[in-house]
């Protein structure tokens, strides 16, 4: 089950506290307390694994090391060891004490969450020609604590959009390495797939019913998983019995969500195609091209049809790597 969402939370270091203490060598006079070491900081970083999340279901506290206090002979304290939680990428990291939020985007990217509490003086940092055996030492800096939110919203190039049992899953198998659940009953997917097509990525959201954007069904929680979707693949299934209503439901729902998604640019696909005949088969195209003029006939049982769609592809892929350079 992929975890999406969770709030945690963390506790960074706090600072050790400065020693009082004077020299041990023989000739050798005036303070020598070390300072506190520095606590441990928390810090989110970036990762290309989708169920990252996981690890937070279960344990919802995280502390970082609190820094050692000083020693005598000038020793100061150890520095906390620092943490990193590793989120996947596309995480949007919210501070629920501070309302402060931001995106994680890219793997390897860093950010701080809770800075670790500053070290204490010792006292030989006190020392002055006035005061040349001082017994004045600082506490160490309690460490930041804060509520942590961490929302998954998938980045994808192109995002397969559709009503339960409509082929999704099935299309990211055949173009990717994917190797997503596939059956003939609703909401096989349960949770979005990725899958790779040379530098694109595919996502397969999990089937859509009408009144999604309302709860109902696997409802909002996988709409969001459209919003960074840069291009849909609208996929009918030609078992339909009523093509144009099965595209407005989605398209529909798209809207009531987020009017973005609906402005994002769509390819229509009548999938399952090696189930209807000849003739049949043009009278549903005809329809569909009237909806979206990109309307393609695809199975995944039809080798040509699927060059179709990697045609398609080909140029998303090709107009990515120009916009690169």
Do not use: C
């Not at 629920?96 to 701080?112: A, D």
Request: aromatic fraction near 8%; charge should be positive.
């Amino acid at each position: 089950m992929l975890i999406d969402s969770v709030k945690i939370k963390i506790a960074a270091g706090d600072g050790g506290k400065g020693a009082v203490a004077f020299n041990k060598n023989m000739m050798s006079l005036g303070p020598a307390g070390g300072s506190g070491g520095n606590g441990g900081s928390i810090f989110v970083e970036g990762v290309v694994d989708l169920s990252a999340l996981k690890q937070f279901r279960n344990k919802k506290d995280f502390s970082a090391e609190n820094g050692q206090d000083g020693r005598g002979q000038f020793v100061d304290g150890k520095t906390g060891e620092d943490i990193f939680l590793k989120v996947p990428v596309g995480t949007v990291v919210k501070n629920l004490t501070t309302n402060n939020e931001f995106e994680v985007l890219k793997i390897g990217e860093r950010f701080l969450l809770a800075k670790g509490g500053h070290g204490g003086k010792g006292n030989f940092l006190f020392r002055s020609p006035k005061n040349t055996s001082p017994k004045r030492f600082q506490f160490g800096l309690a460490g930041e604590k804060f509520e942590i939110s961490f929302e998954l919203k998938l980045i994808a190039d192109v995002g397969f959009i559709g009503l339960p049992n409509a082929g999704k899953s099935s299309l990211l198998n055949e173009l990717t390495a994917a190797k997503s659940k596939v059956a003939n009953y609703p909401f096989t997917t349960l949770e979005p797939n990725l899958g790779v097509y040379y530098e694109l990525v595919l996502a397969d959201i999990p089937g859509l019913i009408e009144g999604a954007s309302m709860g109902k069904g696997l409802g909002i929680k996988f709409l969001k998983h459209i919003e960074r979707t840069k291009i849909l693949f609208h996929l009918i299934s030609a078992e339909s019995e009523d093509l144009e209503k099965d595209y407005q439901i989605i398209r529909n729902e798209l809207k009531k969500y987020n009017l973005d998604l609906a402005r994002k640019p769509e390819y229509l696909f009548l999938t399952k195609s090696d189930l209807l005949s000849f003739a049949e088969l043009k009278k549903k195209l005809a329809l569909l091209k009237k909806l979206n003029k990109t309307a393609v006939a695809i199975s995944v049982y039809d080798w040509d049809s699927l060059e179709k769609v990697k045609v398609i592809l080909n140029k998303i892929k090709e107009a990515k790597i120009a916009k690169k350079d």
